[in-house]
T-cell receptor, first 111, second 112 residues
Framework: DAKTTQPNSMESNEEEPVHLPCNHSTISGTDYIHWYRQLPSQGPEYVIHGLTSNVNNRMASLAIAEDRKSSTLILHRATLRDAAVYYCIRNSGGGADGLTFGKGTHLIIQP | NAGVTQTPKFQVLKTGQSMTLQCAQDMNHEYMSWYRQDPGMGLRLIHYSVGAGITDQGEVPNGYNVSRSTTEDFPLRLLSAAPSQTSVYFC???????????FGEGSRLTVL
């Protein structure tokens, strides 16, 4: 049961914005949308999360569709250090379904 | 601020051996969890805990035991290691189950 759907990989150029899409068409009204990223040989790192409204922090912005069935992680100015696997997760906050990680999107940054 | 600390970072076991992966957090987080990550795959939830004294199974619990006697510690026990348990294991914690997760650096386990 794929709770979220992401492209397997994306490529972007350094210093350009990156928009990483995620579909979560079966999301419930109380599920949070979380984004994490994982650099090679490291543990996942929290990026951003939101419920309904768009969110901004020092790392990225999260744009959530009005129907909440999709969201987009926006890296405003990609650097080589942003090359990682990005995971979009539905967090229901309940038990074993709380945080299920799919395979994520492998983001490649070209210099 | 240490965050989430996992030990050991690397371990090699023989089939049938038992061992414990340690996880400790110093952020007073209620929620803790263990994941495994196989090559080219996402993370799969093994066990989780919503507070001291409370544990429950995740997606892939077979072959693993956990306990949560304190808020800080959440050890993962392999009862009788099998080659299929060769993986990288990540421990994570968060203030509550809906808040952001903080991950450890991982423990790479090889079972021969």
């Amino acid at each position: 049961d794929a709770k979220t759907t992401q492209p397997n990989s994306m490529e972007s150029n350094e210093e350009e914005p990156v928009h990483l899409p995620c579909n979560h068409s079966t999301i419930s009204g109380t599920d949070y949308i979380h984004w994490y990223r994982q650099l090679p040989s490291q543990g996942p790192e929290y990026v951003i999360h939101g419920l309904t409204s768009n969110v901004n922090n020092r790392m990225a912005s999260l744009a959530i569709a009005e129907d909440r069935k999709s969201s987009t992680l926006i890296l405003h100015r990609a650097t080589l250090r942003d090359a990682a696997v990005y995971y979009c997760i539905r967090n229901s906050g309940g038990g074993a379904d709380g945080l299920t990680f799919g395979k994520g999107t492998h983001l490649i940054i070209q210099p | 601020n240490a965050g989430v600390t996992q030990t050991p970072k690397f371990q090699v076991l023989k089939t049938g051996q038992s061992m414990t992966l340690q996880c400790a957090q110093d952020m007073n987080h209620e929620y803790m969890s263990w994941y495994r990550q196989d090559p080219g795959m996402g993370l799969r939830l093994i066990h989780y805990s919503v507070g001291a004294g409370i544990t429950d199974q995740g997606e892939v619990p077979n072959g693993y035991n956990v306990s949560r006697s304190t808020t800080e510690d959440f050890p993962l026990r392999l009862l009788s290691a099998a080659p299929s348990q060769t993986s990288v294991y990540f421990c994570a914690s968060s203030r509550t189950s809906t808040r952001e997760l903080f991950f450890g650096e991982g423990s790479r386990l090889t079972v021969l």
